[in-house]
T-cell receptor, first 111, second 114 residues
Framework: KQEVTQIPAALSVPEGENLVLNCSFT??????LQWFRQDPGKGLTSLLL?????REQTSGRLNASLDKSSGRSTLYIAASQPGDSATYLC??????????FGAGTQVVVTP | DGGITQSPKYLFRKEGQNVTLSCEQN?????MYWYRQDPGQGLRLIYY???????QKGDIAEGYSVSREKKESFPLTVTSAQKNPTAFYLC?????????????FGSGTRLTVV
């Protein structure tokens, strides 16, 4: 059974620092991995999607890497801003066609 | 712009009532999903549908029902048999398999039993 773990569970940084969020998964037979952001009481907003054949994806200040062999993905957010405060979810689509969610990393960026 | 629309945003249910949550997408996605999120917990799959007029139970289907009469719509009914329905409900959609475009989520419906 696929298990997705996100570390740390919570993170607080001052504005301007870079954020590093980690995601690990136990079964490397995945189709893709998607990073989402969730604000309190809101739905999930897709940030980056990495296909199983890719090593990384970038969008603006965000960069996500994928190492299937070691079962890891890392989301980097450069020069954090208070507006980056949210919960970040790592979601894996396994070859069996089912999504597996991490529990999330709650991020607070202080001005 | 294409996306998923969930309504209502907030819903209140009395004990013993059935309520229906709406989910509509204009992304031409084949598959649609319903998830439940409880405070401090991850998302749990209730039901999913890959084609019209067909749907499958997820991990926590008891007390819920769905229909898929149109590709664009996947309403969820929370029945009186669901003993603890207070939660945040999220609808999602994807192309079949989800291996190229990933998943798109709606903005959610918060259901409260009063």
């Amino acid at each position: 059974k696929q298990e997705v773990t996100q570390i740390p569970a919570a993170l607080s940084v001052p504005e301007g620092e870079n954020l590093v969020l980690n995601c690990s998964f136990t079964d490397s037979a995945i189709y893709n991995l998607q990073w989402f952001r969730q604000d309190p009481g809101k739905g999930l907003t897709s940030l980056l999607l990495i296909q199983s054949s890719q090593r990384e994806q970038t969008s603006g200040r965000l960069n996500a890497s994928l190492d299937k062999s070691s079962g890891r993905s890392t989301l980097y957010i450069a020069a954090s801003q208070p507006g980056d405060s949210a919960t970040y979810l790592c979601v894996v689509l396994g070859s069996w066609g089912k999504l597996q969610f991490g529990a999330g990393t709650q991020v607070v960026v202080t001005p | 712009d294409g996306g998923i629309t969930q309504s209502p945003k907030y819903l209140f249910r009395k004990e013993g009532q059935n309520v229906t949550l709406s989910c509509e997408q204009n992304l031409n996605h084949d598959a649609m999903y319903w998830y439940r999120q409880d405070p401090g917990q991850g998302l749990r799959l209730i039901y999913y549908s890959q084609i019209v007029n067909d749907f499958q139970k997820g991990d926590i289907a008891e007390g819920y029902s769905v229909s898929r009469e149109k590709k664009e719509s996947f309403p969820l009914t929370v029945t009186s048999a669901q003993k603890n329905p207070t939660a945040f409900y999220l609808c999602a959609s994807s192309m079949l398999g989800g291996d190229s475009q990933g998943y798109t989520f709606g903005s959610g419906t918060r259901l409260t039993v009063v």
